[in-house]
Every structure is written in C-alpha cells, then in structure tokens.
C-alpha cells in the first residue's frame, strides 16, 4: 500500500531529505521496517525494499538509484553479427546451428562415440565388504536435436542479455587473481579431493560440453526472479549439472562488488588470500539456477541441488551436482550460503 500525503502538506521537493527518510515506506509492502534495506528513489524520493524489486536485489547498491517507475529505459546493445539487438525484455538467440556452434565455441567432431579412455570397465569385485561411496553420474543430454538447439539458444540467449560471455572453465584476468593463487592446500581445514571415479565423470561431461552435448536444461525468464533455469528431462540423484564458472578474484577486491551471483572458491586462513568466482563477464548456466530461502523449512525444500567444492589437480573448483531425482519442469535450486551463511537470503522467493 502506498503512503498517503496530507493535502496541506507541501509536495516532495520542498521537505527536506532528513524528514523524508524519517517517514520513508516501501512502496510496495507498506513497510518502514529495516530501513537499512530500504532504497530511496533520487527522482520521486518514494522507497522499496531491495527484497521488494523484481528481480530482487542483492544488496543497497552504491551510487544513483531509481526505482522501476523513474529509471530511464534500457538502452538496446548493439547488434551482432550473430544476433539482433537486445532491450530491456530479452529477445531470442537465433535457432540456426552455425549460430550456436560458433557461440558455445564447440569443437567440431566426426566420431559421435565416447573416447575410449573414459569408457569405464567394470572392476573386479573384492570379497571384503566397503561402505559403499555414492559416486557422481555424468548427464544424460537431449537426444532430439531440436530440441537440444532451444535449450542452447535459451542459454545464448540469457547470457547476451546479461552482456556475459560464455566461458565453461574458470578464467584468470591479468588484473585479478592469478591462476598461482588458486591453490586447494591452502584452505583452511582442508578441501576434499574429487576421487578417481568422480574425476573420470566430470572429464567425460566436460568432453561431451566441448562436442555441444549439454544437460537438459532449459533458462527461462521470470518476471518476478529473472533468469532461472528450468530443467527439460528427467534428471536423476547425484547427476552433474554444470562447474561454477567465471572471472577468479580476491575477495576483499569484490567487497564492494554489486554482482548478485559471486560464489566462494577458496576460504584461506590468510583472508587476503581468499578467492571468489565472479560470473558478471564470463560465466555459463551455473550463474542463472536460483539461490533458496535457508531460513524457512519451505525454502530447504525447494533445494534440488547441491554445492560442493573439491581439490582436482591441486585447484579448487566448485561442482553443482543433483542432490535428489529432479523431474522434467522443475526449477532449480541450492543453497547459496552452503559455507558461510553470511548472505542474506530471508527474502529469497
């Protein structure tokens, strides 16, 4: 409910900036509760929680804000020689196969079987009895090429939207962090190591990516959270969906950072030497599945997958991998405070 003004009060230009934040209200809710997450517009001066907006925002940003009603409208990108020009609503990445291959960068193969070397022979069985470990399953994608072309175009399509480039590996800018940086042992208590198996799978799904073979996933667009992404077909327990992606920095270089979607890498005891990824240039699907509610049961039980970061060759890397049996139309879901529980998410959808 919007706040009403008396009729012989003087219109909003003339009170001073102190007496509007005093008797500031969400324009949305009604509320002037926590007020230290209640942005105030500087055209109309009239206010919104950052958990208000749609999509919401991750924190009080720095510098000019105007609410949905007074920001100006988003200017079109340039068009490409592979796409039309974007607006504010985004608009679809062409359907044609030469479009999406030279997108994704995929590398161009005559032989549709898997290497050789990441076939898996069955193993003898020990008599000994073992606690039986649950091993990472490599995805199963969409067979129907048309099918599998729209899923890809959904993701091309979000992307250029978000002016992100694709990039399926973690990417080291000469002005950030360096790959030397990136160093497993350094992480206070210890990282897992990713066991044989599991590395096997996740260099089998990274082979099938480079070939355009991806999980059945679909990005769609909500009005209400933005991107997410939707998944296309059946997914099974424990199943890979995708590496988090994206530009490696320092954290206390990113203190400041608007991006909504950094995720930790490496937490060192030394916190000057702690690492995030920042998807907001170079990123793939990882930065569009959507973050749950950890404070409410209802929210926990949205969560379909899970994040877990594991030691492969020496380095960190963060794998988002099916934590139950996901069905065809589900969206999904994980819990973007799995270490820290320092992000405020009480007002996640």
Not at 171 to 185: K, L, W
Not at 289 to 315: A, F, L, M, W
């Amino acid at each position: 409910m919007r706040r009403s003004r008396p009729v012989d009060a003087p219109p909003p230009v003339a009170r001073s900036r102190e007496e509007i934040y005093e008797t500031l209200l969400c324009d949305t809710c009604g509320s002037g509760d926590q007020d230290e997450e209640l942005l105030l517009c500087d055209r109309c001066d009239r206010g919104r929680h950052i958990f208000c907006l749609r999509p919401i925002a991750a924190k009080v940003p720095i510098g000019p804000w105007f609410c949905p009603d007074c920001a100006p409208p988003a200017k079109p990108l340039k068009s490409q020689s592979w796409g039309p020009s974007i607006s504010a609503f985004p608009s679809p990445f062409p359907m044609k196969q030469t479009k999406i291959v030279d997108f994704f960068r995929i590398q161009k193969d005559d032989q549709d079987s898997v290497p050789a070397k990441y076939i898996r022979r069955r193993r003898k069985r020990s008599l000994v009895m073992h606690k039986k470990r649950r091993r990472i399953l490599p995805f199963v994608p969409t067979e129907d090429r048309a099918r599998k072309l729209k899923q890809m175009a959904s993701l091309a399509t979000a992307l250029v939207s978000s002016k992100t480039e694709f990039s399926n590996e973690l990417t080291y800018m000469p002005d950030m962090a360096p790959r030397s940086s990136n160093q497993a042992r350094l992480e206070e208590g210890g990282m897992q190591v990713l066991p044989k198996e599991d590395k096997e799978t996740i260099e089998l799904c990274r082979t099938m990516q480079q070939r355009g073979e991806c999980p059945p996933l679909l990005v769609v667009f909500d009005s209400r959270e933005g991107f997410t992404v939707q998944v296309d077909a059946d997914i099974k327990d424990m199943t890979f969906i995708a590496e988090y992606t994206g530009d490696v920095d320092y954290l206390e270089n990113r203190a400041n950072d608007d991006c909504d979607c950094i995720m930790t890498l490496l937490l060192t005891t030394d916190p000057s030497q702690r690492l995030v990824i920042c998807p907001d240039k170079r990123g793939n699907i990882s930065r569009f599945i959507s973050g749950i509610n950890n404070h409410t049961p209802d929210g926990k039980k949205k969560q379909n997958v899970k994040c877990v970061r594991y030691d492969i060759d020496g380095e960190s890397h963060v794998l988002l991998v099916a934590c139950r049996d996901i069905a065809c139309g589900e969206k999904l879901y994980y819990d973007y405070n799995g270490y820290e529980h320092a992000y405020p998410t009480q007002h996640f959808l």
